[in-house]
Every structure is written in C-alpha cells, then in structure tokens.
C-alpha cells in the first residue's frame, strides 16, 4: 500500500550509542516531518522538511540531525543516545503546504534508550 | 502563538451514546483544522478536516466535527458510539513556522467506550 514506510519499527540502545530511523513515502509529497510521541505530551516536532533540499528545526531538535536525502526520505540521527529519547518516533508527509490535503503518517519507531 | 488545545485526558462513554472529544484553537488567519485517530501501537490515522465552507464536517468512520469560529473551537462528535472507537484521538491545526505550515498536535484525549 502506499504511503510511509519507517524502519526499524523497534530498537534498544545503550545511551551513547547512535542510530538512523529511516522514512520513505511514495506519494510524491514535499513536506516532510519528524514527530516525537511521549505519555501527556503529543506529538512533538523534531525537525521538518518543506521540500527536498531545505531542513529546519521544529519545537525539540537538541540531540537530533536529520537529512533529506532525497524526495523521498527523511532520515533521524540520533548521535549519542541519552534515555531521555525514549520515544515512539514518527515520520508523517505532506504534499505541499498551499494544498492542504492532510498529513499520512508512518506507523512508528519505539526507541528506548537504557 | 499558535496552538491547540484538547482539555479532557480521557473521555468515557456508553457504546451507543452520543460522543464529543473537545477542541480549542489559537491561530492567526485562517485556521486548518484536523482530527486524527491513532489505536494501539498504530501511527496516526486521519478522520476529518476544516479548510473552509460548512461549519459541519464529515468524516471517516461516521465522525463529525463542528467548527465554530466565534469560540475558535472544533469539537469532534459521533452520534452513536462504538467499543470499536475506543483510542487516541488528536486535534491539529496547520500552524505558520517562519515560510512553511506546520502541523501542531493537541495532547490527544483518550476516548473510552464501554460496552
């Protein structure tokens, strides 16, 4: 089916280590997002991507980078794992922000972090 | 600045009542509105959206959702609600970040449908 595609759906790091999520959609959409989803909190935005090309910082991006690779990923790097990004993280797109269509988004990646 | 807020944590009620999972908004302009569902361990799924025209929206699912601009709200209702409807059920609005629309969640409101 179409739509986006995260992997891995889960992972267990020790804190300092590093890992990419990875995200693929095969909508042809612009946008790109990542979310963070914590108990009571939401959906947080780490980073986002407008369109291929141009990345910028959403409302908690300390200890994240990421990377548009092409139009149709959008990486997460963590680079130290600390247990504090214990999460399920997901990728959502959208097709551009003028046609508001809505945002699909991935199934998720449960990240804990010991 | 723009948000949007969800005030009840969990919402319980009778299978085959009515349901209402409350919505408030801050926007400037016109706002987007959204609601998702998520059920567990499942990403977000999309139920309905405001852009513009009727106040009264409908959706997936038998899902409806009311704007109402004077109370910058956007109550999301069901006429009759199933077990099956018991989940995670989010409000959003398309939010200005600098040159881009953003999608702002809500917390969610936990929606509980007793048999």
């Known amino acids: 089916n179409a739509g986006v595609t995260q992997t891995p759906k889960f992972q267990v790091l020790k804190t300092g280590q590093s890992m990419t999520l990875q995200c693929a959609q095969d909508m042809n959409h612009n946008s790109m997002y990542w979310y963070r989803q914590d108990p009571g909190m939401g959906l947080r935005l780490i980073y986002y991507s407008a369109s291929e090309g141009t990345t910028d910082k959403g409302e908690v991006p300390n200890g994240y980078n990421v990377s548009r690779l092409n139009k149709r990923e959008f990486s997460l790097r963590l680079e130290s794992a600390a247990p504090s990004q214990t999460s399920v993280y997901f990728c959502a797109s959208s097709e551009t922000r003028d046609r508001v269509y809505g945002y699909t988004f991935g199934s998720g990646t449960r990240l804990t972090v010991v | 600045a723009q948000s949007v807020a969800q005030p009840e944590d969990q919402v319980n009620v009778a299978e085959g009542n009515p349901l209402t999972v409350k919505c408030t908004y801050s926007v400037s302009g016109n706002p987007y509105l959204f609601w998702y569902v998520q059920y567990p361990n499942r990403g977000l799924q999309f139920l309905l959206k405001y852009i513009t025209g009727d106040n009264l929206v409908k959706g997936s699912y038998g899902f409806e959702a009311e704007f109402n601009k004077s109370q910058t709200s956007f109550h999301l209702k069901k006429p009759s609600a199933l077990v099956s409807d018991s989940a995670l059920y989010f409000c959003?609005?398309?939010?200005?970040?600098?040159?881009?629309?953003?999608?702002?969640f809500g917390r969610g409101t936990s929606l509980i449908v007793h048999p």
């Open positions: 959003a609005v398309r939010a200005q970040r600098g040159g881009s629309y953003i999608p702002t």
